[in-house]
């Protein structure tokens, strides 16, 4: 079936890296996502990757992606009082356009 | 500055009324998608639609909720009649096709009480 995991909450000191792990069961699913929702806001596409790539990197944002294991992360470098924020994974299984989101995970950026 | 627009953005209403939300898509974009965002379900799609014609809805229920889109310009969610466990935050978005990323809108906040 189609499921999405992810750790519920990491915390970690401004200036330090944030890693924020997912894993999900299609194997079908082309590309897979991660998005970011601020208190009261919608989602904010960060980044995304497609599914033949081990690796992307956007500035301080690096996705990884373990297409055997089935596991993608998120690192975010010198993170910031401003990630703190809920970061879903989500994947879109056998190109159907349905976006399978994890529960999201809470970043908590202490000064 | 293209961006997916819901309205409202906050709705409190009583049980038993019906309640309409509304979204306006990216201009040009043909995919619409509407979830359902609570703390203990998470993020739900509920329907879909490509070119205006709905994909699947199979998320919705069927008794009570009802999504059209009858312009390229707007799509609606329709609860009726409104119930206490409706109440969560739905989301618009949409995309340029079904496999392209889903911009997502600000959403609107139901309560029924």
């Known amino acids: 079936g189609e499921d999405v995991e992810q750790s519920l909450f990491l915390s970690v000191r401004e200036g330090d890296s944030s890693v924020i792990n997912c894993t999900y069961t299609d194997s079908s699913s082309t590309y897979l996502y991660w998005y970011k929702q601020e208190p009261g806001a919608g989602l904010q596409l960060l980044t995304y990757i497609f599914s033949n790539m081990d690796m992307k990197q956007d500035q301080r944002l690096t996705v990884l992606l373990n297409k055997k294991d089935k596991h993608l992360s998120l690192r975010i470098a010198d993170t910031q009082t401003g990630d703190s924020a809920i970061y879903f994974c989500a994947e879109t299984p056998s190109n159907t356009g349905k976006l399978i989101f994890g529960q999201g995970t809470t970043l908590q950026v202490k000064p | 500055d293209a961006r997916v627009t819901q309205t409202p953005r906050h709705k409190v209403t009583e049980m038993g009324q019906e309640v309409t939300m509304r979204c306006q898509p990216i201009l040009g974009h043909n995919t619409v998608f509407w979830y359902r965002q609570t703390m203990m379900q998470g993020l739900e799609l509920l329907a879909y639609?490509?070119?205006?014609?709905?994909?699947?809805d199979s998320g919705m229920p069927k008794d009570r909720f009802s999504a059209e889109m009858p312009d390229a310009t707007l799509a609606t969610l329709k609860i009726q009649p409104s119930e206490p466990r409706d109440s969560a935050v739905y989301f618009c978005a949409s995309g340029l096709g079904l496999t392209d990323t889903q911009y997502f809108g600000p959403g609107t906040r139901l309560t029924v009480l």
């Open positions: 639609f490509r070119n205006r014609a709905p994909l699947d």
